[in-house]
């Protein structure tokens, strides 16, 4: 069963625009991570937010992470065409597994 | 570094036949994923070995998978035999010696079509 969900599963916005990307999941984990996927690629890690942290920034890429919510959001500012791709949320629940949400697929419009 | 090989990256086969997808992880790395990608039900780890031994199988759907690492340097995912509802991307990852919760490198993927 997967244990990261994505909402929206699809989201398509104007190139400029921010793109926010939401994901909750149903167990305590040890950390969370974001990844991206182009279109008949694999796929590659964004970010990584440990449980103890709230916020982290990488570039144009912003992740917080709730824990008592048990939910992250994944912002994308400054929207690129390039940054049309399918986004998941992992987590790692300790478990030595890394499972996968579905995903949101982004478009980005010229 | 190039990254995580899988071969072949595209294979159409006839139900019934056996099918071999090979993996070759990044250098260094022990532990080794095979996952699987479809529309309907996203992706979903099959099995993962740590230092060539297998951890977890859990997520293999069933008997006709099989999942062998004889080196580090190798791996392969056997289905045999093969039926349409196996048509699938399949993804060979691998991660470093710090374990699980480090980054998953994916390789490009095995688009498989059984007919």
């Known amino acids: 069963s997967q244990q990261g969900e994505e909402d929206p599963q699809a989201l398509s916005i104007q190139e400029g625009e921010n793109a926010t990307m939401n994901c909750s999941y149903k167990t305590s984990i040890n950390n969370l991570q974001w990844y991206r996927q182009n279109s008949g690629r694999g796929l590659v890690h964004l970010i990584l937010?440990?449980?103890?942290?709230r916020e982290k920034h990488s570039g144009r890429l912003r992740v917080t992470l709730d824990t008592s919510k048990k939910s992250s959001s994944l912002l994308i500012t400054a929207s690129r065409a390039a940054d049309t791709a399918s986004y998941f949320c992992a987590t790692d629940a300790g478990a030595q597994k890394l499972v996968f949400g579905q995903g949101t697929r982004l478009t980005i419009n010229p | 570094d190039a990254g995580v090989i899988q071969s072949p990256r595209h294979e159409v086969t006839e139900m019934g036949q056996e099918v071999t997808l090979r993996c070759k992880p990044i250098?260094?790395?022990?532990?080794l994923f095979w996952y699987r990608q479809t529309m309907m039900r996203g992706l979903e780890l099959l099995i993962y070995f740590n230092n060539n031994v297998p951890i977890d199988d859990s997520g293999m759907p069933e008997d006709r998978f099989s999942a062998k690492m004889p080196n580090a340097s190798f791996s392969t995912l056997k289905i045999q035999p093969s039926e349409p509802r196996d048509s699938a991307v399949y993804f060979c990852?691998?991660?470093?010696?710090?374990?699980?919760?480090?980054?998953?490198?994916f390789g490009e993927g095995s688009w498989l079509t059984v007919v």
């Open positions: 990852a691998s991660t470093p010696p710090q374990g699980i919760g480090n980054t998953i490198y």
């Open positions: 250098s260094g790395h022990d532990y």
């Open positions: 937010i440990r449980s103890n942290e």
